[in-house]
């Protein structure tokens, strides 16, 4: 766990991060994955730069009334203890707020749901539970499923309105670990299935993008447990 919560990059419009509001996306760095796929691997180094948190509460109180959601992102925010005073004092300008997770701290996401805090939750489903560890980059003989089950149990029972989400990586999916991902959460709400686009900040340029005749079909096997599933995105 990090102690103090860091700001590392600001989004100051966004029209496609918080469904259905005009919102600005706040950044964090750290992160307890290594997946090969990010595509903010610079916010995992050494070198990162910080702002000043005034200044983002500068931004926010001169934006409030224009904008109406904040989303919290990273990185991964719920390794910061104090993510919550941070959350609370955004609340307190009048913003919504949307949290991005990949669901591997379900204590602290509970935590924040259980105060009120969260007003929309976007949740990674990296992969099938047999490929997870290699999607998120740790080695297999210590990682532990469990956490993300026990997040998108409290997520789905929570009443905060949702997502589930993939990126779909030629290398690391299968119609076999399509399908398995998507029984994890079978029953919700939302499900998107993302293309992989390639960045320079990706980690690993052998990656690529699967087609789209090879996303409709992973679309027809996710909605067989999530019926609402939709591909977000193209190819780039």
Known sequence: MERYIKISGIQKLTLLDYPEHTACTLFVPS????CPYCHNSELLGRDVLFYDESEIFDFL????????????????PTLYSDLDRFLRDIKRLGYKIKLDTNGYLPENLE???????????AMDIKNAPDRYAETVGLPSERFDISPIMRSVSIIMSSGVPYEFR???ISELFDAYSIEDAAKMIAGAEKYFLQYFVMRD????KSLSAPTEETMREYLSIA?????????????K
Do not use: H, Q, W
């Open 201 to 204: 900040t990706v980690p690993d």
């Open 223 to 235: 909605r067989k447990y999530v019926p609402s599933a939709a591909i977000r995105g193209d190819i």
């Open 166 to 168: 993939t990126t779909v």
């Open 31 to 34: 992160c307890n994955f290594r």
């Open 111 to 121: 935590s924040l749901i259980n105060e009120g805090l969260l007003d929309y939750i």
């Open 61 to 76: 109180k001169k934006r409030a009334g224009i904008l109406e959601g904040v989303c919290v992102t990273g990185g991964e």
